[in-house]
C-alpha cells in the first residue's frame, strides 16, 4: 500500500491504524475532506485505486461502503462513485471529524469547534454545579487535579508531555459534560471528542503560561463545587473564548520571515 499523507503539520498526525479496509478508507477520505476530491468528483476507477493501493476490488469496495456510509461519498451504477456536497458529510461522525481536522486545520475549523463549544459546554456546566451529585463532582475535582500535574509535566514541552496534559483537558471537559446529566450533551460531547482532543492538543502547544490556564479551569471547578450555577456557566465561557483566541492567533501567525 501506498503512503499518501506525509510531512509534518500543525500537530502530530495520528498514525493510520485498524484493518486495510480501514486505512483505505481513511486515506480516501482524507482526500476527500482535504479538497483533493472535490464534491461533484469523480473518483479513479477501480482498478487506477486498487494499483496505487496495492488492494483487492474486494477491500477497495468495502473501503467505499463505509465512506458512503459517511456520506462523503455515492456510489451510482450510472454515474459512478463522486464526492457529495459538503453539506450532506456527516460532520459529527467520528471519522470524518478526525480525517477533517488532519487535513485542514485551519481558522475556519477552530472558530467552528469553539462555536459549537460555546453553544453547550457553559450550559453544561450551569447544569453541573445544579445538578450535579457527589459522585461526578468528586470526579471533575480528581480530573482537575490530573490536569495540574500535567501541566506540570507540559513544561517540558516533549510531544508526549503536550499530549498528556491535552488528554488531561479533554477529560475535565468529559467529565464537566457528564456531570451535566443531560444525555444530548453527554451524546455530543462523546461525538466531538476528536475535536475537543485536537483544540486541547493545539492549546497545550501554545500555553505560554500554564499558570493562567490553571486558573481559569479552577474557576470552572471551584464554581461547580459552590453550586454556583450561572457563574459557572460564565466561567467556562471565559475559559473557552480564551482557548480559541489563543489557537485562532496561531493559526492566523504569518509563518516563515
Not at 135 to 154: F, G, K, N, P
Not at 161 to 168: P, Q, S
Not at 236 to 253: F, H, K, N, P, V
Request: aromatic share 6%.
Amino acid at each position: 500500500m501506498h503512503d499518501v499523507y506525509e510531512g509534518e503539520g500543525m500537530f502530530e498526525r495520528e498514525p493510520i491504524v485498524g484493518n486495510i479496509t480501514t486505512q483505505i478508507a481513511k486515506i480516501i477520505g482524507m482526500r476527500v475532506v482535504s479538497g483533493e476530491f472535490a464534491p461533484g468528483d469523480a473518483l479513479p476507477v477501480e482498478s487506477e485505486l486498487c494499483s496505487a493501493y496495492g488492494v483487492s476490488r474486494t477491500t477497495l469496495r468495502e473501503a467505499i461502503k463505509q465512506l458512503a456510509g459517511k456520506r462523503l461519498i455515492a456510489v451510482s451504477p450510472k454515474i459512478g462513485t463522486r464526492v457529495l456536497p459538503f453539506s450532506d458529510w456527516n460532520l459529527l461522525d467520528r471519522d470524518v471529524l478526525a480525517w477533517r481536522l488532519n487535513a485542514q486545520f485551519d481558522s475556519k475549523i477552530v472558530e467552528d469547534i469553539f462555536e459549537m463549544r460555546i453553544c453547550f459546554e457553559p450550559r453544561a456546566s450551569f447544569l453541573a454545579a445544579r445538578h450535579g451529585n457527589e459522585d461526578t463532582v468528586q470526579i471533575i475535582e480528581r480530573r482537575y487535579l490530573e490536569l495540574v500535574a500535567a501541566y506540570d509535566q507540559s513544561a517540558q514541552h516533549g510531544v508526549s508531555a503536550i499530549r498528556a496534559a491535552a488528554d488531561a483537558n479533554l477529560e475535565f471537559h468529559l467529565a464537566i459534560i457528564t456531570a451535566s446529566q443531560n444525555g444530548m450533551f453527554i451524546t455530543i460531547g462523546n461525538a466531538i471528542k476528536a475535536a475537543l482532543r485536537v483544540s486541547s492538543e493545539m492549546m497545550q502547544r501554545e500555553a505560554a503560561q500554564p499558570s493562567e490556564d490553571l486558573v481559569l479551569h479552577d474557576a470552572v471547578r471551584g464554581h461547580i463545587v459552590a453550586r454556583e450555577a450561572d457563574a459557572a456557566a460564565a466561567a467556562m465561557t471565559r475559559l473557552l473564548e480564551t482557548s480559541r483566541d489563543r489557537i485562532l492567533r496561531y493559526t492566523t501567525a504569518p509563518v516563515g520571515p
